[in-house]
């Protein structure tokens, strides 16, 4: 989901720097989790270090409302400000969606691919 207001990921960055964050991702346990096959684990583990400085407004309200409707997780990505959900099922996401669409005009529900990212086209 896309908020209306936008992050120059180079700002982002640059308050990193300034004033760094309390929130880091536990690698190890994600790994853990991931080779065990638990979801919840590897959600318990995430993290984004550039949500605290990011000056992206509507992070947090974003996050509550898609763990409000049955999110394990939600975290801003990378730079933000397009904040994301974690669900156990399509449907769940499908019904997180359209609560949300009556607020932001940019809300979409994706599937993940089985084996992680790869090309399927050239450009």
Do not use: W
């Amino acid at each position: 989901m896309m908020p209306g207001d936008g992050v120059a990921t180079p700002e982002a960055f640059a308050a990193y720097d300034r004033v760094g964050s309390p929130v880091h991702p536990d690698c190890f346990a994600q790994e853990q989790a991931i080779r065990a096959g638990d979801l919840a684990g590897v959600c318990a583990a995430a993290g984004n270090a550039l949500e605290f400085c990011s000056g992206a407004a509507q992070t947090e309200t974003i996050k509550q409302l898609l763990v409000q409707n049955g999110a394990h997780t939600a975290l801003m990505t990378g730079s933000g400000a397009a904040v994301f959900g974690v669900f156990d099922t399509e449907t769940q996401a499908q019904a997180a969606a359209g609560v949300l669409a009556a607020q932001y005009p940019q809300v979409y529900v994706a599937r993940p691919d089985r084996g992680g990212a790869r090309v399927t086209a050239a450009r």
